[in-house]
């Protein structure tokens, strides 16, 4: 039996996600619509016309639009989708790590990480995946993160993003707290 609520409407049809997120930016013409998508009106029309029929989206004049439960929708649709985006990306990692300790406010955040990448090395190369991570960070134009070692160059990289009004937010281990403060009152 197939299903018609409105999950399902948004769920199972890539085309109709992308309406939602098009018609989320501005209302969009039929024309703009099928450009959008590189389609043919007999491709895109049934989308649309099941759209309007669950109060989605509404034609006025010519021009599609979201409905107040469309915009509703999209504004809640779009973290639920990258929130699976990111456990699915590394599922493995969700999968075996332990993350209980992790606090609520953190993972209710989890949709943040949709583009994160693991990097990950065997125990002989195990400063190879913090190389990589050291040349990454001066790319960076905002930095968040968790460290549980302590490398003698972090503090370093780290002042000077600081300097650039780079936005740094670490958390760190209590081992690796005290390293750090000890280093900075260490004269060098």
């Not at 389609?39 to 989605?56: G, Q, W």
């Not at 209980?100 to 990448?117: F, G, M, N, W, Y």
Request: include cysteine; charged fraction near 25%; aromatic fraction near 10%.
């Amino acid at each position: 039996m197939k299903s018609t609520g409105l999950l399902s409407i948004l769920t199972f049809s890539e085309k109709r996600k992308g309406i939602l997120f098009l018609l989320q930016e501005n209302p969009k013409t039929l024309s703009e619509i099928k450009d959008y998508f590189d389609v043919r009106s007999p491709e895109i029309l049934p989308r649309l016309k099941e759209m309007e029929n669950s109060n989605m989206i509404v034609r006025q004049e010519g021009v599609y639009k979201l409905t107040s439960l469309g915009k509703v929708a999209a504004i809640y649709y779009k973290p639920f989708l990258d929130t699976l985006t990111a456990i699915e990306t590394n599922e493995d990692f969700w999968r075996d790590h332990d993350i209980t300790a992790v606090p609520d406010t953190l993972l209710s955040r989890i949709q943040e990480l949709k583009e994160c990448r693991i990097i990950k090395d065997e125990h002989e190369h195990i400063y190879d995946s913090h190389k990589a991570f050291m040349d990454n960070v001066p790319a960076s134009n905002r930095f968040m993160g968790f460290a549980s070692i302590f490398l003698p160059s972090y503090p370093a990289r780290f002042l000077e993003m600081a300097r650039r009004n780079i936005p740094i937010s670490i958390i760190v281990t209590p081992n690796v707290f005290f390293k750090i403060k000890l280093r900075a009152a260490t004269p060098p």
